[in-house]
């Protein structure tokens, strides 16, 4: 969900947003993209891992498996099996804070795909068969996912960055918790989380005349308000970037099998995505420091000493509090230097001025990115649901203006001197000894 990497232009609006708010709360966002060959809904709930209560871990993620194994009118497959018979392609995903589900179809077929979509993710039947059949999929899910050394030290980081926080833990859930769940106790979370203010569909491309009523019509519209339910951890319509984002600094070193090169990686925390501006200003900044080979730690770490095999540093937009990540991976030998000559770059950072010319190439480079982005209805709708689920009425490049808010010396004094390495924390990670 963060900021695109990418060449500013001059500032246009880009695709309109139109916003409707049903009365249960729930939100419509459209974008018409002349031309366009397809058509994508796209229905988002806050309903990801961070919503999760003790003992829930992995639930939401869990029901995203779930909503596809059949719902009131449709049985096991039948709805990627219509889907299909209209010329449609469908997908989910999970996340720390949302979760959504997406059709892609033909523009006359809209309507039914409509029904389908909202039917399946609003109407989930949580049948005890087919609940037990999932979850063994998404304990193998799991198994797998402990088989990739790469995921297991990026996890490893959030856990010890962020501990006892639903954003250092697997969104894929742990499997104590998996295997004590029940479909009742689906249907609660599901009935928790899945509420009018907490639900937003979005549509891009050729769009229906008679959407908005189609929409009137349909599931969404027929969800409950909330209420009591609603309310719980913490409040619906409320971003979770009301409690502070608990964050742990340090450093450790462990060892992990099969991890092909050493990895060095640092995490910051920094602003929540509802502070775009300041989101705006830490990846400009990233930019400056790690984006492309003119970059600062890029240049100095590849290309000059050539002592890494590659170096990124990238922000990942959340609503409690987004992160700042670098990675560096380098053979083994390196490491000591690599976080030398990191440690030493960024405190330059934090005291030498951030160039007019080094501000204008990663405006152009973000900018240019998000311009990018936003070319096709399935990015569209997933930009448009992503920030309208969150109760965000932008339009689509209003981004642009938040990047030109920063001048270099803001960068410097506000964002570089932030990003120093006595306020990460910092995770060495080794490849472990054969045995």
């Not at 519209?221 to 913490?234: R, V």
């Not at 602003?271 to 420091?289: H, K, S």
């Not at 490491?335 to 010319?357: G, T």
Request: glycine residues 8%; charged residues 20%.
């Amino acid at each position: 969900m963060g900021l695109c990497h990418g060449t500013l232009t001059a500032i246009s609006s880009g695709p309109a947003l139109d916003y409707l708010t049903l009365p249960n709360q729930s939100t419509l966002v459209s974008a018409e993209l002349p031309g366009a060959g397809l058509t994508c809904l796209d229905f988002w709930c806050r309903g990801g891992s961070f919503w999760e209560q003790a003992g829930e871990e992995g639930i939401a993620h869990f029901l995203e498996h779930m909503v596809f194994k059949g719902s009131e009118l449709l049985q096991p497959g039948e709805f990627d099996r219509q889907i299909e018979a209209l010329g449609g392609s469908s997908n989910a995903a999970t996340g720390f804070d949302d979760v959504h589900f997406h059709v892609l179809v033909p523009p006359k077929e809209t309507p039914a795909a409509l029904k389908l979509l909202l039917d399946l993710v609003l109407r989930p039947s949580l049948e005890q068969d087919s609940f037990a059949m999932e979850r063994e999929v998404v304990l193998e899910e799991i198994s797998q996912y402990r088989d990739q050394p790469d995921d297991l030290v990026f996890q490893k980081v959030l856990e010890l960055a962020f501990p006892n926080h639903p954003y250092g833990r697997p969104i894929l859930g742990i499997d104590t918790s998996l295997k004590a769940m029940n479909p009742s106790g689906m249907r609660q979370y599901h009935h928790r989380r899945y509420q009018g203010p907490n639900c937003c569909l979005a549509v891009a491309g050729a769009i229906p005349g008679d959407l908005i009523n189609h929409v009137r019509d349909s599931a969404l519209s027929a969800l409950s308000e909330g209420g009591q339910s609603a309310a719980q951890h913490p409040p619906a319509g409320e971003s979770p970037s009301a409690n502070p984002l608990p964050f742990q600094k340090g450093r450790d070193c462990q060892s992990f099998a099969r991890l092909e090169s050493a990895r060095l990686l640092m995490v910051w925390p920094t602003a929540a995505a509802a502070d775009p501006i300041a989101v705006a200003g830490a990846d400009l900044a990233t930019t400056i420091l790690s984006e492309g080979r003119r970059s600062r730690l890029v240049q100095r770490l590849r290309e000059d000493l050539q002592i890494v095999e590659s170096i990124d540093m990238d922000v990942t937009t959340l609503e409690q509090g987004s992160l700042v990540m670098l990675e560096a991976c380098c053979p083994e030998e390196q490491l000591e230097r690599v976080e030398l000559e990191i440690r030493q770059e960024l405190q330059r950072s934090a005291e030498a001025p951030v160039l007019e010319e080094e501000r204008q190439r990663a405006l152009h480079l973000v900018g240019n990115g998000l311009r990018f982005s936003l070319e096709a209805p399935g990015a569209v709708a997933a930009c448009a649901g992503s920030q309208a689920v969150w109760g965000r009425q932008r339009q689509l490049l209003d981004p642009l203006n938040d990047l030109e808010q920063w001048t270099p010396e803001a960068l410097k004094d506000d964002v570089m001197q932030t990003l120093q390495p006595d306020q990460a924390f910092t995770l060495i990670a080794r490849p472990a000894e054969s045995a």
